[in-house]
């Protein structure tokens, strides 16, 4: 039967961390995402890709690490690539933190 020799073992990799998860709705954007730290800053990047442009709003997390933030009319002009951090520190992220999934919205032009 075999057994496992302590020191045999491939070295463990470090567990990355699990990002909080988001979504938005349709007519007037409303980011909605839970798994934050309670009670933190949040921000929000929304990327224009075809044009090279970012912008960051700044919320903050519910007492349980939710996040509701309804965003002002003119925040997404066409599409927008949202994604939110708590400023949670991951080497592997996009500058260092951890980001949450990235939700795609168009601008419906109501």
């Given at each position: 039967m075999p057994t496992d020799v302590p020191g045999n073992q491939p070295p463990a990799r470090p567990a990355?961390?699990?990002?909080?998860?988001i979504s938005a709705c349709r007519g007037q954007v409303l980011i909605t995402g839970s798994g934050f730290l309670p009670n933190r800053s949040v921000t929000i990047r929304i990327t224009y890709i075809g044009d090279d442009i970012v912008d960051y709003l700044t919320y903050i997390s519910d007492a349980d690490g939710g996040l509701s933030a309804p965003l002002p009319e003119t925040a997404v002009t066409e599409t927008g690539h949202i994604a939110v951090t708590d400023h949670r520190p991951d080497p592997d992220g996009d500058g260092g933190?951890?980001?949450?999934?990235?939700?795609i919205v168009t601008h419906t032009g109501m």
């Open positions: 990355r961390p699990t990002g909080p998860i933190v951890l980001w949450s999934n990235t939700v």
